[in-house]
Structures are given as C-alpha cells and as structure tokens.
Antibody, heavy 120, light 112 residues
Framework: EVQLVESGGGLVKPGGSLRLSCAASGFTFSSYSMNWVRQAPGKGLEWVSSISSSSSYIYYADSVKGRFTISRDNAKNSLYLQMNSLRAEDTAVYYC?????????????WGQGTLVTVSS | QSVLTQPPSVSGAPGQRVTISCTGSSSNIGAGYDVHWYQQLPGTAPKLLIYGNSNRPSGVPDRFSGSKSGTSASLAITGLQAEDEADYYCQSYDSSLSGLYVFGTGTKVTVL
C-alpha cells in the first residue's frame, strides 16, 4: 500500500524557517517524481515544487522561488521542503504527492498533509 | 494562483447528473495538455478521480467521467449520491514561465 506521511509543520514567525519531511513507503520511491502542493485555510490547491526521481530536474512556483528548496534522499525514501523567509501567505496545509511515470503530470497519491502557520 | 477557472458551486438532488467545467488557456488545456480531476472530502487530502482527461483510477465509480475539448474540460457525476458532496479540482500542466502545474479554482458540490 502506498503511504506518504508528512511531518515538520508548526507555528513559525514571519521571516523564520521550517523543514518539512515526507516519508514514503509501499512503492519504489527512487522511480518517481515527487511534488509539494499546499492549501491555504479555506482556499484551493496550489502546486509548490517538483523534483524528478534522481533530483536532476527541480521546479518551483514563482510564489516560493528563491525561498523554498525541495530535495530528496532516495536511500531514506524521503522528500523534503526547506522553507526560508516565511511569510504569512505561506500559511497552509502542505501535502506531498507522488507523480506517476510518463506521461504523468498529475498526482496519484497524496499524504495527509502537515499544517504550517506563519504568524507573530 | 489558479489559472484554471471552475464554477464555485454546483448542486443537485440524489440521482441527478451534475457537471463541472474547467476553463483554461492556450498555455495549458488549449495547448493539448491533459486535464486531471481530484475529489477532496471535508477535512481530508485530495484524491485522484480522473487522469488523462477521461481515465478513472481503479476503485473510482463509473459515475464519474471526464472530457476535454479545446481550452476546456468537464467532470460529470451521474447518479449523484450523498457521499459525492465534496470539493472538486481540475489540474493541468502549464507551459508558461510562472510554474509547472496549475489547479482549478475548485467547485463545491452540494447534494440537496
């Protein structure tokens, strides 16, 4: 059974940093691209970042470019999101999501999410 | 920010058919990229409902169907059931410089 479990969320002050993790199991993690998608309270879904299976290709939404860094450790079956210079508008539930192989470009499994609150 | 437009809400009585539209542009749906749909039940993570415009993952009832034409796509729910009350989002790839994947604005389906 595919499982994605996020952790690392919490309350952080504006300008602060936080590192999210996503532990994957039930599939060959190293064969899949992975993504982070967020959802602000009461709002819709927003794609945040994507990383290819071998970390060769990395993409970010304009809203987080230069502040967030996605990475992965295939040996540990884990995905990460380092978030720096956090702003109030980054407050959201952050989901990790698996992207199936080509043609892919969608998300077939999602974690339960971890809440990040940016507030003073 | 969403670049795919959906109606904020649709409603129907049990057993009825409802449709949700998803309108994009020449950099996403109109460029030929596939449209995918997700269902988000209250308080839960999104779940893949339709992929590749019209394909259902294993376990998704055939009451759900998708289609795409031009710069738009649609999700249809036939034989509406109480458990279908949820938020629905479309999603596609976008070739503009502002990002990789885009979501729709979301539609709340209410079963009357």
């Amino acid at each position: 059974e595919v499982q994605l479990v996020e952790s690392g969320g919490g309350l952080v002050k504006p300008g602060g940093s936080l590192r999210l993790s996503c532990a994957a199991s039930g599939f060959t993690f190293s064969s899949y691209s992975m993504n982070w998608v967020r959802q602000a309270p009461g709002k819709g879904l927003e794609w945040v970042s994507s990383i290819s299976s071998s970390s060769s290709y990395i993409y970010y939404a304009d809203s987080v470019k230069g502040r967030f860094t996605i990475s992965r450790d295939n040996a540990k079956n884990s995905l990460y999101l380092q978030m720096n210079s956090l702003r109030a508008e980054d407050t959201a539930v952050y989901y990790c999501a698996r992207e199936p192989p080509y043609p892919g470009r969608h998300f077939d499994y999602w974690g339960q999410g971890t809440l990040v609150t940016v507030s003073s | 920010q969403s670049v795919l437009t959906q109606p904020p809400s649709v409603s129907g009585a049990p057993g009825q058919r409802v449709t949700i539209s998803c309108t994009g542009s020449s950099s996403n749906i109109g460029a030929g990229y596939d449209v995918h749909w997700y269902q988000q039940l209250p308080g839960t993570a999104p779940k893949l409902l339709i992929y590749g415009n019209s394909n259902r993952p294993s376990g998704v009832p055939d009451r759900f169907s998708g289609s795409k034409s031009g710069t738009s796509a649609s999700l249809a729910i036939t034989g509406l059931q109480a458990e279908d009350e949820a938020d629905y989002y479309c999603q596609s790839y976008d070739s503009s410089l502002s990002g990789l994947y885009v979501f729709g604005t979301g539609t709340k389906v209410t079963v009357l």
